[in-house]
C-alpha cells in the first residue's frame, strides 16, 4: 500500500446494522420498568395524548445535552415538560456498553436511528444525535471543561460556573483507565512535542492530557439523561419520540407583545398532519405566562424551530409561506464547525476492539486539538484514524429550511477553510498530525514502518486540507448570543422564549463541548431559578 494511501483521512462511515441489531435484540429504544426501577428517573412516556392539552410552567424542546440538565434544575421548583424527537437511551446496548462505542454511529435511518445524518452544503458527512441525551449517548464520551478565557468571554459567573461543573461531574464523570492504545496515543503526542504533560485533568490547558471520561469502570456510559436523577423527578414528565412543528405564540391584550405561550408537535414516526399542543401555565389573574419555552435541540435544531415558527429573516420565511412573527435576520447565521484532518495510524481494517478517546494533545495556544480512537467501520472491523481539529475558526456559513417538516434536516454550509487563516493552521496542524503518526511509540506498537512526514511543502498540504476536510462533530452557532438571544438567552423581540444550547455560541468552547453543555443547561437552570425567587 503507497505513501498517500496510509495518509488519507478515515472515510465517512454509513452501514446499515440490521443483523447486529437483532443480535443484540435491539428492537426499540423504549425503556422497560425493570431498567428504570431504583433510578429515581421522571416519567417518561411515548404517548403523545398522555401530554397533548396540559399545562406545565417550563416546556423545554430537546432532550439532549444541555436540556436534561436544566430540565432537572428547573424541576426542583416547577413543573417541566421536556420533549425529546428521539426514544430512550436505557437498555440499548449501543448507546450503554463502551464495547459497542461507534456502532450507533453506523445506523442512521430516516426516523428512529440514534443518529441523524446530514451532508452539509460543503459535502461533508455529520450527524445529530436523536435520543433522550442527546449527542452524549452517541459521542466518545470525553469530558473537559472550557478555557476560563472561554468563560469570561461569555460572561458567565466563574463561581457559578464552577459549582455547575461539579454537580454535573459528580454525577456523570470518571477518570478512566487508559487502554494500551491510549497509553501508545499518550506517548505518541509527546514524542511529536505536546508539551507538557499534564497527566489526569478536566481543565482545557495546553499540553497532553488525560481527559474525564461519562463511561464508569465497568464500562457503562452515563448520559446527560442520568443528570435528570438529580432534580425532582415528580415535577418532569418526559415526551419521547415527538418532534416540534412550532412554538405557539399570542398577542398580549393591548398588542404589543407577543407571548411564547405553547408548542405543536407530532409523533416523530408518523405523518405531520396529526398535531398536538402543549400550553405554558399562565401567570394568576393574567394572561401571560410566567415560565418559559426554551429550546435546547441543538446547533441544528434550534434554528431550525425558529425559523418554522416564524422567527428568523423575513425573505427567507416567506419562500416557506411562513408568517413572519419576529423579523431576527440572525437565525441560521454564525454557523460554524470545526474543521477536522484525519491521518490513519494503521491502514489496515483490523478486529481491534473499539475504543473511545481519553487522552487529547492540545497545541498552539488552544488552536488544535488531537485525538486518536479505535473506530468501527463494520460490526466487527476497526480502523485507527489520529484526528485533529481547528479549536477556533473563522469561517462561517449559515442554516436554512428546506421544508416544513421539522423531521427534515435543514440546509446547511459551514464553509471550511473559506478563510486564508483556516487553510494556513490547517497546514500546520497536519504536519503535527504527521508528526503523532509517525512516532516512535505509535509505529512500534502498531507494527508499521518508521517514516517521517510523507506530505511537505505549503502547496501539498493545503490541497490535502481542501480535499480531506471532515468534521470534528462540534458545530455551533445559528442562534448567537447578541444577534438572536440577549445575555439571558432571552429571544430577542417576544416573551417567554429562550435558547440554551450550542446554538447560542459564538466561538466553541475549544475542548470536546459536552461538558460545558451539560454545565449551560445546570447554569442557565440556577441563573432562571435565582430570577423566579427575585421576581
Not at 505509535?442 to 471532515?470: A, D, P, Y
Request: glycine share 10%.
Amino acid at each position: 500500500m503507497g505513501h498517500r494511501e496510509i495518509y488519507m483521512a478515515a472515510p465517512h462511515m454509513i452501514d446499515r446494522l440490521s443483523i447486529l441489531l437483532v443480535l443484540l435484540g435491539v428492537v426499540s429504544s423504549r425503556p422497560s420498568s425493570s431498567m428504570l426501577q431504583g433510578m429515581n428517573l421522571p416519567h417518561m412516556t411515548w404517548d403523545v395524548e398522555e401530554v397533548s392539552g396540559k399545562s406545565f410552567d417550563y416546556i423545554i424542546v430537546g432532550g439532549g445535552t444541555a436540556g436534561c440538565p436544566l430540565a432537572s434544575t428547573l424541576s426542583m421548583k416547577f413543573s417541566v415538560l421536556l420533549v425529546e424527537r428521539g426514544g430512550s437511551p436505557y437498555e440499548n446496548p449501543l448507546v450503554i456498553e463502551k464495547k459497542y462505542y461507534g456502532l450507533s454511529l453506523l445506523e442512521t435511518d430516516y426516523f428512529s436511528s440514534l443518529s441523524q445524518r446530514f451532508v452539509s452544503a460543503d459535502g461533508v458527512s455529520n450527524l445529530r444525535g436523536r435520543v433522550l441525551g442527546g449527542s452524549s449517548a452517541i459521542n466518545g464520551g470525553f469530558y473537559s471543561r472550557a478555557s476560563r478565557e472561554f468563560v469570561e468571554r461569555s460572561g458567565w459567573d466563574q463561581e457559578m460556573v464552577e459549582k455547575a461543573y461539579e454537580w454535573v461531574e459528580s454525577r456523570v464523570v470518571f477518570q478512566p483507565a487508559l487502554t494500551p492504545w491510549q497509553t501508545t496515543t499518550q506517548f505518541g503526542l509527546l514524542q511529536a512535542g505536546i508539551l507538557p504533560y499534564n497527566g489526569y485533568s478536566l481543565e482545557h490547558v495546553e499540553g497532553t492530557k488525560i481527559g474525564g471520561s461519562i463511561f464508569d469502570k465497568s464500562g457503562i456510559r452515563h448520559t446527560s439523561a442520568d443528570l435528570l436523577r438529580g432534580g425532582n423527578p415528580e415535577n418532569v414528565t418526559v415526551l419521547l419520540n415527538a418532534t416540534v412543528k412550532n412554538i405557539v405564540f399570542r398577542n398580549s391584550s393591548g398588542g404589543n407583545e407577543t407571548w411564547a405561550t405553547g408548542i405543536s408537535f407530532i409523533r416523530s414516526d408518523q405523518s405531520t398532519e396529526e398535531t398536538f399542543e402543549a400550553f405554558l401555565n399562565m401567570a394568576n389573574d393574567s394572561t401571560a405566562p410566567q415560565g418559559d419555552i426554551i429550546l435546547a435541540a441543538g446547533a441544528i435544531g434550534s434554528p431550525t424551530i425558529l425559523l418554522l415558527s416564524g422567527v428568523g429573516p423575513p425573505k427567507h420565511l416567506e419562500k416557506f409561506d411562513i408568517p413572519v412573527i419576529v423579523n431576527l435576520t440572525g437565525v441560521g447565521r454564525d454557523m460554524k464547525d470545526s474543521p477536522c484532518i484525519s491521518l490513519l495510524a494503521d491502514s489496515r481494517p483490523m478486529e481491534r476492539p473499539a475504543d473511545p478517546p481519553q487522552v487529547t494533545g492540545i497545541a498552539s495556544d488552544l488552536k488544535f486539538v488531537i485525538e486518536a480512537g479505535i473506530l468501527p467501520i463494520s460490526f466487527n472491523t476497526t480502523l485507527i484514524p489520529v484526528a485533529g481539529k481547528l479549536a477556533f475558526p473563522v469561517s462561517k456559513g449559515r442554516l436554512k429550511l428546506n421544508s416544513t417538516d421539522p423531521r427534515e434536516n435543514p440546509s446547511v454550509k459551514f464553509n471550511y477553510l473559506n478563510k486564508e487563516q483556516d487553510l494556513r493552521q490547517c497546514v500546520e496542524m497536519v504536519e503535527l498530525l504527521q508528526r503523532v503518526v509517525s512516532s516512535q511509540a505509535v509505529t512500534i506498537f502498531l507494527g508499521v514502518e518508521h517514516k517521517k512526514g510523507i506530505m511537505s511543502g505549503q502547496e501539498e498540504l493545503s490541497s490535502f486540507c481542501k480535499k480531506n476536510v471532515r468534521t470534528f462533530y462540534h458545530y455551533h452557532g445559528g442562534c448567537p448570543v447578541g444577534s438572536v438571544v440577549d445575555s439571558d438567552y432571552r429571544v430577542h423581540g417576544v416573551k417567554g422564549l429562550r435558547v440554551v444550547d450550542g446554538s447560542t455560541f459564538l466561538e466553541s468552547p475549544g475542548t470536546n463541548p459536552m461538558a460545558t453543555l451539560m454545565m449551560l443547561g445546570r447554569y442557565q437552570g440556577m441563573k432562571i431559578l435565582q430570577e423566579r425567587k427575585s421576581a
